[in-house]
């Protein structure tokens, strides 16, 4: 089955960039979907077909993917920004998920 | 306003049944794919089932074959998952959500927990 490495955690002071990535083999070829999970809340959707933003999500966040890797990239990183997010592809009637990074914002 | 509110879950013994509904509002529900996904203690998302648009088409994750089963009723814009044999590692937030063209979740309902223990 396809496996979605994620880094646990990325730590960042406000007002920098974050960038968090999800690998997979030749993830370039699938669409990448980004979640954002708050303590105690259910997942929001943030990025979809890797770079697509939903209605109301701010343009600080972006996405890209190629090759073996998907990146989520969070611009001018705000307190509000501390969460779990976590990557997803739709593979071969499965969906999978990557383990989710914890981003801390110092 | 989309919508969905999840219900049933609950403390449960191992080796018994628990049946997840799924109420879907301020959408076209028979339209899209719907799935559920699950959330350990503490833990990451995983993927539990998902279902088409008429219900011909049902996957499920490994750990859940024979054991789970999704099922949708369009009339009454609701999902369901009836969940037979459950074990310990069962326990979770069990969320539905509602599945796009290429597969993404928007949105997502609040999750009902089940506790699967003795």
């Known amino acids: 089955s396809y496996v979605l490495t994620q880094p646990p955690s990325v730590s960042v002071a406000p007002g920098q960039t974050a960038r968090i990535t999800c690998g997979g083999n030749?993830?370039?070829?699938?669409?990448v979907h980004w979640y954002q999970q708050k303590p105690g809340q259910a997942p929001v959707l943030v990025v979809y077909?890797?770079?697509d933003r939903p209605s109301g999500i701010p343009e600080r966040f972006s996405g890209s993917n190629s090759g073996n890797t998907a990146t989520l990239t969070i611009s001018r990183v705000e307190a509000g920004d501390e969460a779990d997010y976590y990557c997803?592809?739709?593979?071969?009637?499965?969906?999978?998920f990557g383990g989710g990074t914890k981003l801390t914002v110092l | 306003e989309v919508q969905l509110v999840e219900s049933g879950g609950g403390l449960v013994q191992p080796g018994g049944s628990l049946r997840l509904s799924c109420a879907a509002s301020?959408?076209?529900?028979?339209?899209?794919?719907m799935s559920w996904v699950r959330q350990a203690p503490g833990k990451g998302l995983e993927w539990v089932a998902n279902?088409?648009?008429?219900?011909?088409?049902?996957y499920y994750v490994d750990s859940v074959k024979g054991r789970f089963t999704i099922s949708r009723d369009n009339a009454k814009n609701s999902l369901y998952l009836q969940m037979n044999s459950l074990r310990a590692e069962d326990t979770a937030v069990y969320y539905c959500?509602?599945?796009?063209?290429?597969?993404?979740?928007?949105?997502w309902g609040q999750g009902t927990l089940v506790t699967v223990s003795s």
């Open positions: 959500a509602s599945q796009w063209l290429d597969g993404w979740f928007d949105p």
């Open positions: 301020g959408f076209t529900f028979s339209s899209y794919w």
């Open positions: 279902i088409k648009q008429d219900g011909s088409e049902k």
């Open positions: 030749n993830i370039g070829s699938k669409s």
């Open positions: 077909d890797d770079s």
């Open positions: 997803q592809v739709w593979d071969s009637s499965s969906v999978v």
